[in-house]
Nanobody, 128 residues
Framework: QVQLVESGGGLVQAGNSLRLSCTASGRTLGNYVMGWFRQTPGKEREFVAA????????YYADSAKGRFTISRDNAKNTVYLQMNSLKPEDTAVYYC?????????????????????WGQGTQVTVSS
């Protein structure tokens, strides 16, 4: 029904920046709440950021506040995650996710179980 493809990951030194992109095919994302999550081996998937359908509302994990920015361009069917001041603990596989019928409240948008569609993930590695 919808396919999400992430790009922009890589290997960077601590303090540097990366911008992740997630582009959708199959459906238009204009009516989807979009989220970014990350996961490391042996750990559960962790919420990073979410953005409402129009982009007017955003929410961030405490670990991302002040450093990461989520945005979207519905004309390009793409959502972004700008990551600045990267730290080694940011190292993870980053996933984008979409839900066409999600309430934009904290309890819902921060839970991985709220999202119906997921990308394949992109690796972000931050060296000390």
């Amino acid at each position: 029904q919808v396919q999400l493809v992430e790009s922009g990951g890589g290997l960077v030194q601590a303090g540097n920046s990366l911008r992740l992109s997630c582009t959708a095919s199959g459906r238009t994302l204009g009516n989807y709440v979009m989220g970014w999550f990350r996961q490391t081996p042996g750990k559960e998937r962790e919420f990073v950021a979410a953005i409402s359908q129009t982009g007017i509302s955003t929410y961030y994990a405490d670990s991302a506040k002040g450093r990461f920015t989520i945005s979207r361009d519905n004309a390009k069917n793409t959502v972004y995650l700008q990551m600045n001041s990267l730290k080694p603990e940011d190292t993870a596989v980053y996933y984008c996710a979409a839900d066409p019928a999600q309430r934009f409240v904290t309890q819902v948008v921060t839970s991985a179980r709220s999202y119906d569609y997921w990308g394949q993930g992109t690796q972000v590695t931050v060296s000390s």
